[in-house]
């Protein structure tokens, strides 16, 4: 039995930046409502040409090569992601085409906000039974070409953003760099209060004129009962493994949560009574970027210095589904 730790990270947004006046030019909202209600100032889209699959090599990259080793050593790709580049194959595989890797296998993984986090429990269990050696694991989303961008859409619109992140998740070697546990939960007895109906292959057509008349292929979400979810179940999923490693409050040097609302994270943090220096959010310059927001927000504490080698780090998120989970690791 081995043990799994993460090697390398790696990050990538469009260069597009959407600021919250920007979208103020195209609907009814303001600056000032959507800083205060969610903490974003600006997130990134898409330019056409780019999508998951270009974001996704690009964060792979940085990844694999901060993990000091080659595409060739890569034996496993899990993609998360809301938004695949098309309805089928799964993105994974332009991935695995864009690196020049043949013949692994690809695995897309559909856990919404909670995708980095259930990626990680699957990579760490097949590194952790030999199975694979060397998994990158990819969160990628482009949300932009599927949002409402009009005064209807305006409550989901304003909270999202493009961009990827990756890691390659390789065995440890010592006991100071490796993943302690993950722990990861759905409900799906509200699966609808957050979702984007069509086109459905449950609905015959999967798509009509009247549905997209009333707006049903953009997201909707009842973001009140999304806010009191989010708020309890990821207090409950960090202090589940906290139990499970026998940790204390004060043994955890950063707090990287899912990046969905600056409110709810420090409500999170309230609750659990964790200081505001043990935790890091970049949720004002990203929005939320889905799957690939803890990837990214890891990416910049590590690279202010606010997680070093050997740090004890709990990643923790929330999301559509409903989803959410928990993971420890020593960075
Ligand atoms: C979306 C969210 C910011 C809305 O905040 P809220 O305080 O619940 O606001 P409400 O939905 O009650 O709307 C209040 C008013 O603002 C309006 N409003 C909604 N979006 C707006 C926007 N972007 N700009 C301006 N006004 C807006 C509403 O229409 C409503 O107007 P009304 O009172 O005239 O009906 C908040 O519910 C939230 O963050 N929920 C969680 C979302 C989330 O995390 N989703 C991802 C989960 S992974």
Redesign the pocket.
Known sequence: MYRSRILGIGMSVPSRVVTNHDLATK????HE??VE??GIEERRWVEPGEGGCELATKAALEAIERAHVAPKDIDLIIYATLSPDFNFPGTAVFVQRALGIKDIPCLDIRQ??TGFIYGLSIADAYVRTGSFKNVLLIGSEVHSTGLDISTAG??VT??FGDGAGAVVVGRATDDQHLILSTHIHADGSEAEI?WTEYPASARHPRITAEAMAERKHFPT?N??K??IR?VTRMPQAIMEGMVANNLQLSDIDMLIP?Q??L??NQKVCEMIGLPADKTHNNIQKYG?TTAASIPICMHEAIALGKIKPGNLVCLVA???GLTWGSAFLRY
């Open positions: 609907m009814e909202t303001s409502w959507i209600r969610t919404q906000c305006r409550d304003v909270l957050l979400m973001g009140k999304v806010f989010a899912h969905a609302n409110r709810i939320n929330f999301g559509a």
